[in-house]
Structures are given as C-alpha cells and as structure tokens.
Nanobody, 120 residues
Framework: VQLQASGGGLVQAGGSLRLSCAAS?????MGWFRQAPGKERDFVAA????????SYADSVKGRFTISRDNAENTVYLQMNSLKPEDTAVYYC?????????????????WGQGTQVTVSS
C-alpha cells in the first residue's frame, strides 16, 4: 500500500486546511499523525474501515474532523480553528490489518508527510 498525503500549507491562526491521503490499495483503518521539530510523532486522529469508529487526540477534538471516501480510497482531515501549536509535518498511515489503533507503532504504511504551518 502506498499513501500520498497532500493539502498542507501556510495559514493564519484561526484558519482552516483540509488534508487528503490517497491510498494505492485497500486499506483498513487509517490514521493521521503529526511531528513538530524536535518532538515525537503524535497521534491526531484515526478512522475505522467503515468510518463507524473514530478517535481524536484531546488537543484536536472539536476542531479537526477525519473522514474517508472508500470509493476513492481517500482519507481526509479537515482542520478548523488552527493554532500555532498545530504546526507540524502531518503523516497519514495505515496498519497492516483491520486493527484500529491510536499507537504509531501499530501502523506499517506511511505517507511522505505534508507540512502545516500556522502563523500567529
């Protein structure tokens, strides 16, 4: 499975961005993670294969929305009310099986990352 993330950019605080992750093959659950300079890669959001199960990091609840279009093999991350602390490289990822997890080490397929920069 190959994952291609896109949609990052520079936005002012309070603004919005929509990230997309296109998968080349079948995926089960999908997740978004982010990594700021000098920090570890953190969980952002995950969605099950059907879309019926979703999880968010506390820091993004109420502001970010994960969704998927299985017909297009694409997962989205709508990010609203962005804050400077949301600045990071965002990665989409997929596990090998139908496992639903918020732990990065459960994910084996990773996209190349897309930079999100929020200015104050």
């Amino acid at each position: 499975v190959q994952l291609q993330a896109s949609g990052g950019g520079l936005v002012q605080a309070g603004g919005s961005l929509r990230l997309s992750c296109a998968a080349s093959g079948r995926t089960f659950s999908m997740g978004w993670f982010r990594q700021a300079p000098g920090k570890e890669r953190d969980f952002v959001a995950a969605i099950s294969s059907s879309g019926g199960k979703i999880s968010y990091a506390d820091s993004v609840k109420g502001r970010f929305t994960i969704s998927r279009d299985n017909a297009e093999n694409t997962v989205y991350l709508q990010m609203n009310s962005l804050k400077p602390e949301d600045t990071a490289v965002y990665y989409c990822a997929a596990p090998r099986s139908s496992l639903f997890s918020t732990a990065a080490d459960e994910y084996v397929f990773w996209g190349q990352g897309t930079q999100v920069t929020v200015s104050s």
